[in-house]
């Protein structure tokens, strides 16, 4: 491990205040030996810089899939007070709520393994790629205005869906807290022709099997059964998210000297939770993740009309298991010390995982906790996991989003040939469709960490717990 990195417990390790200057809380992050081999000591550093941040409470949270990003490391958490805390769009994202929702079917694996008709019908129904643009949905300014203030409950409301899928998503789909106005021009024409498309980097849709069931009860709650057709879509808020992103870093940059706030990475640029450039950007970032839930919503329907069609199955036999948001801050409440605050947690590609008897969970959902979906990595098995008890002691809810890069995007392309990534799936019995070769070759398997082995962690470590592991059949990449 990193020299000054202190073990803390079985996978868990401490960077102690003093790491660096200023560090006004520990840093703590969940690691096996096996993924501490390939740590990006510049992640850990990162940890250490967000620790410095003024209103921090208790720690600054790595999770297994952490790695080097843009202010945050990707797989960091952090809670501040309200009072003297601050929000940062370096702990969120550029893609503000890139999220992944899971779908389930009545279909079994013979009835979708080597349909390349299905998987080639998906790809032509879901627009994919830089600046794809809607096949389903006529964009408008009025239309992006209730996406934003709304989220997928405007999608369902004008027939992207039904009202159960609401229930099933965090937050039911919608941040309340959205302020449109706080959207520039540049970023709603970004997104007005955007909405109910995939996207590109690390998106996608997956037609995938369930292969194990580890916890049976939550199983059968979360409507998961083996052998069972299910379909997961990892997409957020497009080009809008990206702006109002890079939009408000320039306005927050400006904040920083007019608060006096001094930081070791100009990356983690933010303002006040209470100032006006801090309510700014909480406000556009809220109407963002907005935006993305209804995106996700109007594909998942544009999914069940393809299945229907293909298979003649009622959409209320494809129920929406959860959708949950990897980048986004949000105001919660947590216990801190020996009294319940309301805080605001960034969650910079990692999940919120609210154990059994959350308030802000369905009431079906209650006695089991939330549903916690980490994909994997194209070739590699992705897994369904529960909120813990301990995820609430312990990360304010949090766990890990995916299995988390160890390769750039340039590394990969100039190592790795899409065509033969492609081959070598199709060997495996995995479809694979993409708009062009390096799309596959930037996300490879090869170069995520092992997703079984990440997963592992956090369920031993306590803070989720595996409910199902499940395969891909077929994969469309943005």
């Not at 102690?16 to 096996?32: C, D, H, K, N, Q």
Request: overall charge neutral; proline content about 5%.
């Amino acid at each position: 491990m990193i020299d000054g990195v202190k073990r803390a417990g079985t996978d868990e390790w401490e960077i102690p205040v003093g790491y660096i200057p200023g560090m006004r809380v520990p840093g703590r992050f969940f690691l096996s030996e096996a993924l501490g081999a390939i740590l990006e000591p510049g992640a850990i550093q990162q940890l250490a810089n967000v620790a410095t941040m003024p209103g921090i409470i208790t720690n600054s949270l790595g999770m297994p899939d952490i790695h080097w990003g843009y202010g945050f490391p990707i797989g960091g958490v952090a809670a501040f007070s309200l009072e003297e805390g601050v929000i940062s769009p370096g702990g969120v994202g550029f893609d503000i709520n890139c999220g992944v929702r899971l779908l389930t079917t009545p279909l079994t694996r013979n009835d979708v393994a080597g349909r390349k008709d299905l998987i080639d019908d998906l790809f032509r129904a879901v627009p994919t790629g830089v600046g794809a643009k809607s096949s389903s949905l006529k964009g408008s300014a009025k239309s992006l205005e209730e996406m934003m203030n709304t989220g997928a409950r405007w999608a369902v409301e004008n027939g992207f869906g039904v009202p159960r899928d609401l229930i099933r998503c965090e937050d039911s789909g919608c941040m309340k807290a959205a302020d449109s106005s706080a959207v520039s021009a540049k970023a709603r024409q970004r997104g007005i022709p955007q909405g109910g498309t995939l996207g590109s980097g690390n998106h996608f849709l997956e037609i995938q099997v369930v292969a194990e069931i580890f916890d049976a009860p939550a199983a059968k709650t979360f409507g998961l059964t083996q052998g069972q057709v299910c379909c997961m879509i990892h997409c957020g808020s497009r080009g809008l998210g990206h702006q109002v992103c890079t939009d408000h870093l320039k306005i927050l940059e400006g904040a920083m000297k007019k608060y006096h706030i001094s930081l070791p990475d100009r990356q983690l640029a933010c303002a006040p939770l209470q100032s006006p450039e801090g309510k700014a950007y909480f406000g556009a970032m809220a109407a963002s993740a907005n935006y993305a839930w209804a995106n996700r919503q109007i594909i998942m329907h544009t999914v069940r009309q393809v299945l229907s069609k293909k298979f003649n199955i009622d959409y209320d036999d494809m129920p929406l298991v959860y959708d949950v948001a990897h980048n986004v801050a949000k105001i919660e409440e947590h216990i801190v010390g020996t009294t319940r605050e309301k805080v605001c947690v960034h969650r910079k590609g990692a999940t919120r995982a609210f154990g059994p008897g959350s308030p802000d969970l369905p009431q079906e959902l209650t006695a089991i906790g939330q549903p916690v979906i980490i994909p994997g990595s194209m070739g590699t098995s992705s897994y369904v996991l529960c909120g813990t008890a301990t995820a609430m002691e312990r990360t304010f809810g949090s766990t890990c989003h995916g299995a988390g890069r160890v390769m750039s995007r340039t590394q990969a392309k100039k190592r790795l040939s899409g065509k033969e990534v492609a081959a070598h799936l199709a060997k495996e019995g995995i479809i694979v469709r993409a708009p062009h070769e390096n799309a596959i070759a930037d996300e490879a398997p090869d170069v995520y960490k092992p997703s079984d082995e990440v997963v592992g962690v956090v369920h031993n470590v306590g803070i989720s717990r595996l409910v199902a592991r499940l395969v891909p059949v077929g994969v469309i990449k943005g």
